[in-house]
Each structure stands twice: as structure tokens, then as C-alpha cells.
Nanobody, 118 residues
Framework: QAQLVESGGGLVQAGGSLRLSCKAT???????????MAWYRQAPGKQRELVAS???????NYADAVRGRFAISRDNSRKMVYLQMNSLKPEDTAVYYC?????????WGQGTQVTVPS
């Protein structure tokens, strides 16, 4: 069973940047590499939503709200997925999670909190 561990969140002023990291700690690379990985977020009082995804061939997809500001990437040799977040806005405040796409319930981790004060 996968364990996906997120890190890199924090408090940042509007217009700032953060880089989130996600490590798949229990998959071997041959299991990780073919998977489409994604970042999701859940803001207070809202449903969890897809932010960005990346296929094994590194094709990417973004939610309209973050396109042009966020960039997802992966390092298969390290079993890592990253989310570079630039030009952050207060509406980006949420807990950010990584998972496969479509998400598997068993893979949700603790997430990492991103807070952008208004």
C-alpha cells in the first residue's frame, strides 16, 4: 500500500512562492513510474479539488484557477512529485495533498498546509 508524504507548506504573503514535495515511500520505482500523479487541495468548508496532474510521460494538466502560476513535476528516480506555486493568492489557502489520478482513498496522506493571508 502506498504512503504518500507531503511537505513544503507554510505561511507566505500574497505574491510569494512555495514548492511542495511529495514522496512515495512504499512504492518501488517500477510501480511509481507508470502512475499519473496529482496534487489536490481542500480549503476550509470546501470539497477537495484537483489542482494539477502529471502522467508518466510528463504530460500535465492544471485547474483553471492555477494555470500559469503553478507547475507540477516529477522525479521518477526519487519517487517524488513537486508543485511549484508562484504568485500565490489568498484563495490558494488550503491543505494540499498528493495522490494518484483518479485518487485512491487508501493513498490520502496528512497533507501540507498552505496559508496565504489576505
Amino acid at each position: 500500500q502506498a504512503q504518500l508524504v507531503e511537505s513544503g507548506g507554510g505561511l507566505v504573503q500574497a505574491g510569494g512562492s512555495l514548492r511542495l514535495s511529495c514522496k512515495a515511500t512504499r512504492w518501488i520505482t517500477s510501480v511509481f513510474n507508470p502512475k499519473t500523479m496529482a496534487w489536490y487541495r481542500q480549503a476550509p468548508g470546501k470539497q477537495r479539488e484537483l489542482v494539477a496532474s502529471i502522467t508518466s510521460a510528463r504530460s500535465t494538466n492544471y485547474a483553471d484557477a492555477v494555470r500559469g502560476r503553478f507547475a507540477i513535476s516529477r522525479d521518477n528516480s526519487r519517487k517524488m512529485v513537486y508543485l511549484q506555486m508562484n504568485s500565490l493568492k489568498p484563495e490558494d489557502t488550503a491543505v494540499y495533498y498528493c495522490n494518484v489520478e483518479p485518487p485512491e482513498n487508501d493513498y490520502w496522506g496528512q497533507g501540507t498546509q498552505v496559508t496565504v493571508p489576505s
